[in-house]
């Protein structure tokens, strides 16, 4: 899959400590998601031992792997492909919704999906609102110090933080030069959050250090 995947394609990258990585996949994902039992069960004796969490995304399959922080060596990996229970919404039904909010960020990303076709399908990824809520505020504002334009964050992260760990459900568009990221209602009839980024870094090249 990594060899299929675009140079592009975003990568997320976060560390831990392995004790706190396990926590963290237990207590809030393995219930939904038990293939990520394969990505922790490596790592229960290394502790505080820092690592990276890293996901590769490219188009319905992700492959998830931790990493050694100090040796940048491969401790566990997961593949899953989304497209065996993916759930969707269109491009036409998304347009829809954005026309019907009032949010800071829906004009913008309207305009920005305008050329899109209505039968696209964009997937829906099941997550914990104040969770995702999070997780966006840290990598985006720390994009916007380096220059990377993210229209409603303020509003977006609020909104899903006061939710709590109501269920969302989190779509994504990829355009030419910019990336809208909307957060609907469990039953994907209202959105509740969204997002337009654009001005994008060029992407950086990771080069392992000389031992």
Avoid at 58 to 71: F, K, N, P, Q
Wanted: negative net charge; aromatic residues 6%; proline residues 5%.
């Amino acid at each position: 899959m990594l060899a299929r995947a675009e140079k592009g394609d975003e990568v997320f990258a976060d560390r831990f400590s392995a004790a706190e990585f396990v926590t963290m996949v237990r207590t809030r994902y393995l219930a939904r998601e038990p293939n990520l039992q394969e990505l922790i069960e490596p790592l229960g004796g290394l502790g505080s031992a820092p690592v990276l969490f890293c996901q590769v995304e490219s188009g319905e399959e992700v492959v998830s792997l931790v990493l050694d922080e100090h040796e940048n060596e491969v401790l566990a990996v997961t593949y899953l492909d989304r497209s065996r229970t993916a759930r969707t919404i269109s491009v036409g039904d998304l347009r829809g919704l954005l026309l019907a909010s009032t949010l800071p960020a829906a004009g913008r990303a309207l305009s920005a999906i305008e050329a899109l076709p209505d039968d696209r399908l964009l997937r829906l990824g099941e997550t914990e609102a104040s969770s995702i809520a999070r997780t966006l505020w840290t990598k985006y504002n720390l994009a916007r110090e380096k220059g990377v334009t993210v229209v409603g964050l303020e509003q977006f992260t609020k909104d899903l933080s006061d939710a709590g760990p109501t269920g969302a459900l989190l779509c994504s568009a990829w355009l030419q030069d910019s990336l809208v990221t909307a957060a609907l209602d469990p039953t994907a009839r209202r959105i509740v959050g969204v997002l337009f980024i654009t001005d994008f870094l060029p992407p950086a090249r990771y080069k392992n250090p000389a031992r």
